[in-house]
């Protein structure tokens, strides 16, 4: 079982950042895929940014540009910088980690995060 927890989520102005951190309680570079994930208003959750062993990254068209995904091993730390928020970037937002267990491949969640962007 791996465990993440988010925090960093709060209200901020339209325009501004903010910074979301994950702990992953597993050593970050034993990990196949790091996520970030939201779930706003309307929308099913959905993939937002993720970072693969070697530091690949990969993010949704939505994001692009504003959010980067970034880890520290040595804290055990994973980070959702964003910038240029929107009222659409409001939800709730959730870290994620792909892992082999066994020959089989499990991906565990956090508990959220909220995140609300105010116009």
């Known amino acids: 079982q791996v465990q993440l927890v988010e925090s960093g989520g709060g209200l901020v102005q339209a325009g501004g950042s903010l910074r979301l951190s994950c702990w992953v309680s597993?050593?970050?570079?034993?990990?196949?895929?790091l996520r970030w994930n939201r779930k706003t208003s309307g929308k099913d959750r959905e993939l937002i940014a993720a970072?693969?062993?070697?530091?690949?990254?990969h993010y949704a068209e939505s994001v692009k540009g504003r959010f980067t995904i970034s880890k520290d091993s040595a804290k055990k730390m994973v980070y959702l910088d964003m910038n240029s928020l929107t009222p659409e970037d409001s939800g709730d937002y959730y870290c994620?980690?792909?892992?082999?267990?066994?020959?089989?491949?499990?991906?565990?969640w956090g508990q959220g995060t909220h995140v609300t962007v105010s116009a």
């Open positions: 970072m693969g062993t070697f530091g690949n990254t």
């Open positions: 597993d050593r970050i570079d034993s990990i196949n895929i």
């Open positions: 994620s980690a792909i892992t082999q267990i066994a020959s089989d491949y499990e991906e565990f």
